[in-house]
């Protein structure tokens, strides 16, 4: 009996250890790719230095349609960003490399302007991000661009590239030299040939205590380029060993690597078959990789940059058949969402409208009258918030402001919903905000008002009813009446037209619709084409209440031609034929 009771002891511990592994791997973070910001920042380009500093990611030059640019860019979280200064002093860059180091900024080589200048091996650094400070172009390693440059074992390491030979070859020749630095001015050679191939644009990172050289091509001006898939590590630079030769991600150039979560991820690049990709892998130890995902959201790209900040990947620019990009997509846990009104919190599928969170918008009059009532969403997690808004089952409810909102990490954003009662009484619909949280992606809740009949419209018109007299040989005499509403709701024209006469007109084809306390104005044209008075009735019929029959006169005269014209006339007959007798 003691045994079955220290067996059934056992059993329990075992299902409960069970349960807990269970319940901590299908608790996992759902993780996910945001699109953080698309527009309204720096201009779309590649090949670009990104790095995080002073708590930011910082982006210094590029290219942008075959151009450098030397401007900076700074943001904390992806969807803010701040131009630090359009004017940088080391001038029109791209494919150079930028690291921190012993706390500074610094940028090494890369090329000025245009695609055909040479490269360059100048250093600048700076302590803040905006102050440059030149150190020298008289770096012992060749000019350079499109190279690796990582931090490890306390030192600048600078790695292979495309480099020219001297200051005036326009010509490339591709390395694979690594030199490395411990105050990141004075150099010493580790080795003028490593075993790898020479190669350019491929990544160089640090991981699991070593350094890695992943990928990358040789551009031949006479053949077909080179590209690798292969994978080298080092702990000195010097010797390297091979990891794999064939990696299954298959021979690209361009893909960008960084270590997430104890693992190198790879993302996208240019493939020997000639095409851009946007896929995603995985690996724990530079030999095995995992094909995480074959087409991430973003589009695919070569020419972008990589970075892990705050656990979440930042992918950035890039470059795809002729198009830059200026995208911001960050890669991590799903954020949470709450969502507020009047600074109280409305809990997700809310069926009680009330004044105490704002989803009761009180009353507003049928027309020409609105209650304005502002939202809260608020943020909390490491990568931004994307909110879709929209209300359903109710056309007097409508979004003023903040329909589609990113919403940055631990951070909030409003948007603004408007009642305009069409009819009396109560009127309710339903607030959707789709979202890409983990806790209530499918967020929703009532919202309600009351609509008050208007006071119903009422119709003045005033103007000149006299044309007074109009030679029938001359142009139309136009004059001008004015409509009022000085009622509560739109004073509708259902038709307009003149009785009685002819000789008036109204100019206008449309007499559009008057909300309260306004006014319109029309025109009326009277042409008479005999000699005498002529009258007519305007009729204006409407939807008011005090004359939905609205009618006046109007009157007017025509006279005939001035005597003296008909003298001059006379005259100038007379003479003509005295001058033929002549």
Same mark, same amino acid.
Not at 228 to 255: H, I, Q
Not at 364 to 383: D, P, R
Not at 495 to 516: E, L, M, Y
């Given at each position: 009996?003691?045994?079955?009771?220290?067996?059934?002891?056992?059993?329990?511990?075992?299902?409960?250890?069970?349960?807990?592994?269970?319940?901590?791997?299908?608790?996992?973070?759902?993780?996910?790719?945001?699109?953080?910001?698309?527009?309204?920042?720096?201009?779309?380009?590649?090949?670009?230095?990104?790095?995080?500093?002073?708590?930011?990611?910082?982006?210094?030059?590029?290219?942008?349609?075959?151009?450098?640019?030397?401007?900076?860019?700074?943001?904390?979280?992806?969807?803010?960003?701040?131009?630090?200064?359009?004017?940088?002093?080391?001038?029109?860059?791209?494919?150079?490399?930028?690291?921190?180091?012993?706390?500074?900024?610094?940028?090494?080589?890369?090329?000025?302007?245009?695609?055909?200048?040479?490269?360059?091996?100048?250093?600048?650094?700076?302590?803040?991000?905006?102050?440059?400070?030149?150190?020298?172009?008289?770096?012992?390693?060749?000019?350079?661009?499109?190279?690796?440059?990582?931090?490890?074992?306390?030192?600048?390491?600078?790695?292979?590239?495309?480099?020219?030979?001297?200051?005036?070859?326009?010509?490339?020749?591709?390395?694979?030299?690594?030199?490395?630095?411990?105050?990141?001015?004075?150099?010493?050679?580790?080795?003028?040939?490593?075993?790898?191939?020479?190669?350019?644009?491929?990544?160089?990172?640090?991981?699991?205590?070593?350094?890695?050289?992943?990928?990358?091509?040789?551009?031949?001006?006479?053949?077909?380029?080179?590209?690798?898939?292969?994978?080298?590590?080092?702990?000195?630079?010097?010797?390297?060993?091979?990891?794999?030769?064939?990696?299954?991600?298959?021979?690209?150039?361009?893909?960008?690597?960084?270590?997430?979560?104890?693992?190198?991820?790879?993302?996208?690049?240019?493939?020997?078959?000639?095409?851009?990709?946007?896929?995603?892998?995985?690996?724990?130890?530079?030999?095995?990789?995992?094909?995480?995902?074959?087409?991430?959201?973003?589009?695919?790209?070569?020419?972008?940059?990589?970075?892990?900040?705050?656990?979440?990947?930042?992918?950035?620019?890039?470059?795809?058949?002729?198009?830059?990009?200026?995208?911001?997509?960050?890669?991590?846990?799903?954020?949470?969402?709450?969502?507020?009104?009047?600074?109280?919190?409305?809990?997700?599928?809310?069926?009680?409208?009330?004044?105490?969170?704002?989803?009761?918008?009180?009353?507003?009059?049928?027309?020409?009258?609105?209650?304005?009532?502002? @939202?809260?969403?608020?943020? *909390?997690?490491?990568? &931004?918030?994307?909110? #879709?808004? /929209?209300?359903?089952?109710?056309? +007097? =409810?409508?979004?003023?402001?903040?329909?589609?909102?990113?919403?940055?990490?631990?951070?909030?954003?409003?948007?603004?919903?408007?009642?305009?009662?069409?009819?009396?009484?109560?009127?309710?619909?339903?607030?959707?905000?789709?979202?890409?949280?983990?806790?209530?992606?499918?967020?929703?809740?009532?919202?309600?008002?009351?609509?008050?009949?208007?006071?119903?419209?009422?119709?003045?018109?005033?103007?000149?009813?006299?044309?007074?007299?109009?030679?029938?040989?001359?142009?139309?005499?136009?004059?001008?009446?004015?409509?009022?509403?000085?009622?509560?709701?739109?004073?509708?024209?259902?038709?307009?037209?003149?009785?009685?006469?002819?000789? @008036?007109?109204?100019?206008? *084809?449309?007499?559009? &619709?008057?909300?309260? #306390?306004? /006014?319109?104005?029309?025109?009326? +044209? =009277?042409?008479?084409?005999?000699?005498?008075?002529?009258?007519?009735?305007?009729?204006?019929?409407?939807?008011?209440?005090?004359?939905?029959?609205?009618?006046?006169?109007?009157?007017?005269?025509?006279?005939?031609?001035?005597?003296?014209?008909?003298?001059?006339?006379?005259?100038?007959?007379?003479?003509?034929?005295?001058?033929?007798?002549?």
């Amino acid at each position: 009996m003691k045994k079955l009771k220290e067996n059934y002891k056992s059993f329990l511990i075992n299902l409960l250890v069970i349960f807990l592994l269970i319940f901590t791997s299908t608790a996992k973070a759902e993780k996910e790719w945001v699109l953080a910001s698309s527009s309204n920042h720096w201009q779309a380009r590649s090949m670009f230095g990104a790095t995080l500093f002073t708590n930011n990611v910082w982006l210094t030059g590029g290219s942008s349609n075959f151009d450098g640019v030397n401007d900076e860019w700074k943001s904390e979280n992806g969807v803010d960003w701040t131009l630090v200064t359009d004017d940088a002093p080391w001038g029109y860059r791209f494919a150079h490399q930028t690291v921190v180091f012993k706390d500074e900024l610094w940028l090494y080589g890369g090329k000025t302007g245009e695609w055909v200048e040479l490269p360059q091996k100048d250093i600048w650094k700076s302590q803040n991000g905006v102050d440059w400070i030149w150190l020298n172009n008289n770096a012992p390693w060749l000019r350079r661009d499109n190279h690796g440059c990582i931090v490890y074992s306390n030192k600048v390491w600078i790695l292979g590239g495309g480099c020219a030979t001297n200051d005036l070859d326009l010509s490339t020749i591709i390395t694979n030299d690594v030199w490395s630095s411990t105050d990141g001015l004075n150099w010493k050679s580790e080795t003028s040939a490593a075993q790898w191939a020479p190669r350019t644009e491929f990544s160089a990172l640090t991981f699991n205590g070593k350094m890695w050289v992943i990928g990358g091509f040789i551009h031949f001006y006479e053949k077909p380029d080179v590209r690798f898939s292969d994978v080298w590590s080092s702990s000195d630079g010097t010797n390297w060993t091979l990891v794999t030769d064939n990696a299954p991600w298959g021979k690209r150039s361009s893909g960008e690597v960084v270590v997430y979560e104890n693992k190198m991820f790879l993302l996208g690049g240019y493939t020997d078959s000639e095409s851009w990709k946007n896929d995603v892998w995985t690996s724990q130890d530079g030999s095995n990789w995992t094909l995480e995902t074959a087409a991430a959201p973003w589009h695919p790209r070569a020419g972008h940059r990589c970075l892990v900040k705050d656990d979440t990947i930042w992918l950035m620019g890039g470059y795809n058949n002729g198009k830059y990009g200026n995208g911001v997509w960050i890669y991590g846990d799903k954020p949470n969402i709450n969502v507020s009104g009047n600074g109280n919190i409305i809990t997700n599928g809310s069926q009680n409208p009330n004044l105490t969170d704002g989803t009761f918008f009180g009353s507003a009059m049928t027309y020409g009258h609105s209650v304005t009532q502002t @939202f809260l969403i608020e943020a *909390t997690g490491k990568i &931004p918030l994307s909110s #879709d808004i /929209s209300i359903s089952n109710s056309s +007097a =409810f409508s979004i003023l402001s903040g329909k589609n909102l990113v919403t940055a990490p631990n951070s909030s954003s409003i948007f603004s919903i408007v009642f305009s009662p069409e009819t009396a009484g109560t009127t309710t619909g339903t607030v959707h905000v789709l979202n890409n949280s983990s806790n209530s992606p499918n967020f929703s809740f009532l919202i309600s008002g009351e609509g008050i009949l208007s006071p119903p419209p009422i119709i003045k018109i005033t103007g000149n009813d006299d044309f007074g007299e109009v030679d029938i040989s001359d142009d139309a005499v136009t004059n001008f009446f004015t409509i009022e509403n000085s009622g509560g709701d739109l004073l509708e024209i259902n038709n307009f037209f003149i009785s009685n006469s002819t000789a @008036f007109s109204f100019i206008d *084809t449309t007499i559009f &619709p008057v909300p309260p #306390d306004t /006014s319109t104005v029309f025109e009326i +044209a =009277f042409n008479p084409e005999n000699v005498g008075f002529s009258t007519g009735i305007v009729y204006i019929l409407n939807n008011s209440t005090n004359a939905a029959n609205y009618f006046f006169s109007v009157i007017g005269e025509g006279v005939p031609e001035p005597a003296f014209i008909w003298i001059i006339g006379l005259l100038l007959i007379k003479f003509g034929v005295a001058a033929r007798k002549l």
